[in-house]
Every structure is written in structure tokens, then in C-alpha cells.
């Protein structure tokens, strides 16, 4: 059973619009998320997190919003860039950075969204 | 910069064969992973390790196993390759120190199995 869900597989967005990708996790316990960027034959590049303390965390051009209670975030990227083009994984961890203990649990990832910035 | 490597960008092999995948990390991170990213299934966890010597079965373990025995080093092995572990197959590291949960990944290793 899928914990972390991107339901779109796929967003065309037009470059200077804003983009939203969306995720719904199903496991109340994930504390901590984060959003991966990746590009073909590259391995994930690190982009935004946020702790499930917060509902908002910016940087830039990118946002991310979490909604608990909804078990529902989201990343927006204003405005929206060619280079922008590429994979987004949102992932969740069940261990946040409040935990002191050193957990190594791994990220449940989702199945990713390919943005697509139209010129 | 944290640098994770492994060793190929690109590997064919034959089923049946042994198959070693490399990684390296020059952070000196407690903790590293593998996973394989499949189309329409996104990053699967094989194995993790929190130290060396220490393993940890992620949610895909069958038919993998690893080795830490540096820290720096965490190698995913297949005993017997077969068709249906043909898959890109990314290594990550992360430190348990610090206020988050950031892992950095290699670039990634394409495997095809034939």
C-alpha cells in the first residue's frame, strides 16, 4: 500500500506561471517531508523540506506547504523556469529532526511528477 | 559539497552473474542507503546501514544483500542477477548529526540484465 502518492504523473506549466505539485500521504506518523528534483541519467538533488511543526517553508522561488490535517503538501515554484524541467519526489520520514536518537530509516518516496516548463 | 560516487554510470550483465555496485562518500555520514527507481514506481529502500558493519533490510530486500565494512564505502551486492532487477539503482548518504533529514544521492548506476 503506497504511503507517499503523487497522483499526477505528469504537469505542463507555462515558463512565469507558477507550479504546483502536489502530494497526500496516508502514514499520520511521517513528521518530516521533503522535495527531490531529479534529472534524466542524474541521481535526486535535495530541494525543500519541512518539518510537520511548520505549514509553510520558502526558499526562493520554491514553497512548500503541508496541511496535517489533511495529510496533503505541496510545492510551488514562482515563477516557473525552463530549467525547471524535470522529475519531483516528495518524500516522507517518519523520524523528524526532533528524534535524537540517529535513526537511519530510509524516505518513502513518491512515484514522482515530471514537470514539464513550456517556453 | 558532499560528494557521493559509485562506481559505474552503466553496467550489462548476464543473468546469473554476481554483481557488485560501489558506493563512496566523502561527508563521513553515519548513515547510507540503496535504492532503485523503477518507471511508475519511484525510489524503492533495499538495504540502509547506520554504521559500519550494521544493515538494515529497506522495503525491497529480496534478492540483495550489502557490505559496510568502511564508512565510507557501502557496496549493494546481487548474488545472482536476473531480469527483473534490471533497474537505475541509487546510492545516498545522510549524517544523524544536525536538524534534518536530507540524504544526498549519487548519480546513479543504470543496471540492464540480459
Known amino acids: 500500500d503506497q504511503q507517499v502518492k503523487q497522483n499526477s504523473p505528469s504537469l505542463s506549466v507555462q515558463e512565469g506561471r507558477i507550479s504546483i505539485l502536489n502530494c497526500d500521504y496516508t502514514?499520520?506518523?511521517?513528521?518530516?517531508f521533503l522535495w527531490y528534483k531529479k534529472y534524466p541519467a542524474e541521481g535526486p538533488t535535495f530541494l525543500i523540506s519541512?518539518?510537520?511543526?511548520?505549514d509553510k517553508n520558502e526558499d526562493g522561488r520554491f514553497t512548500v506547504f503541508l496541511n496535517k490535517s489533511a495529510k496533503h503538501l505541496s510545492l510551488h515554484i514562482v515563477p516557473s523556469q525552463p530549467g525547471d524541467s524535470a522529475v519531483y519526489f516528495c518524500a516522507a520520514s517518519l523520524l523528524g529532526p526532533m528524534y535524537s536518537g540517529g535513526g537511519a530509516d530510509g524516505l518513502t518516496f513518491g512515484k514522482g511528477t515530471h514537470l514539464i516548463i513550456q517556453p | 559539497d558532499v560528494k557521493v560516487t559509485q562506481s559505474s554510470r552503466y553496467l550489462v550483465k548476464r543473468t546469473g552473474e554476481k554483481v557488485f555496485l560501489e558506493c563512496v562518500q566523502d561527508?563521513?555520514?553515519?548513515?547510507m542507503f540503496w535504492y532503485r527507481q523503477d518507471p511508475g514506481l519511484g525510489l524503492r529502500l533495499i538495504y540502509f546501514s547506520y554504521d559500519v558493519k550494521m544493515k538494515e533490510k529497506g522495503d525491497i530486500p529480496e534478492g540483495y544483500s550489502v557490505s559496510r565494512e568502511k564508512k565510507e564505502r557501502f557496496s549493494l551486492i546481487l548474488e545472482s542477477a536476473s531480469t527483473n532487477q534490471t533497474s537505475m539503482y541509487l546510492c545516498?548518504?545522510?549524517?544523524?548529526?544536525?536538524?534534518?533529514?536530507?540524504?544526498?544521492f549519487g548519480p546513479g548506476t543504470r543496471l540492464t540484465v540480459t
Open positions: 519541512i518539518s510537520s511543526i511548520k
Open positions: 502514514n499520520s506518523m511521517f513528521d518530516y
Open positions: 545516498a548518504s545522510r549524517s544523524h548529526r544536525g536538524n534534518n533529514y536530507e540524504q544526498y
Open positions: 561527508m563521513d555520514h553515519e548513515n
